[in-house]
Nanobody, 126 residues
């Protein structure tokens, strides 16, 4: 069982930056893919970014390419999402998700992840 805990959300002005972190309790992220999804009010949850822990391969939604960066910290066993040039449309609850992946594939769909965190709110004011 993998329990995920997100941190780092908050309120920021448009153009600002935030850094989210996802930590796993009970095990390491080795052999897992870790993704970030977000859900804005009244909208479906959508993919943001993901990383394959062992291979370091990444993928991003088009809407965040060039602004967001996902990375892993092997010493802390965390995955971070650095969010820059934030826009009001980035406002959402951000969820960390994880699933076991022994090859280099980077899953981008909700159903490909079995473990989810509780979410952290990100609010970008205009």
């Amino acid at each position: 069982q993998v329990q995920l805990v997100e941190s780092g959300g908050g309120l920021v002005q448009a153009g600002g930056s935030l850094r989210l972190s996802c930590a796993a309790s009970g095990r390491t992220f080795s052999s897992y893919a870790v993704g970030w999804f977000r859900q804005a009010p009244g909208k479906d949850r959508e993919f943001v970014a993901a990383i394959n822990w062992n291979f370091g391969s990444t993928d991003y939604a088009d809407s965040v390419k060039g602004r967001f960066a996902i990375s892993r910290d092997t010493a802390k066993n965390t995955v971070s999402l650095a969010m820059n040039s934030l826009k009001p449309e980035d406002t959402a609850v951000y969820y960390c998700a994880a699933d076991r992946r022994t090859l280099g594939y980077v899953p981008t769909r909700e159903y490909e992840y079995n473990y989810w965190g509780q979410g952290t709110q990100v609010t970008v004011s205009s």
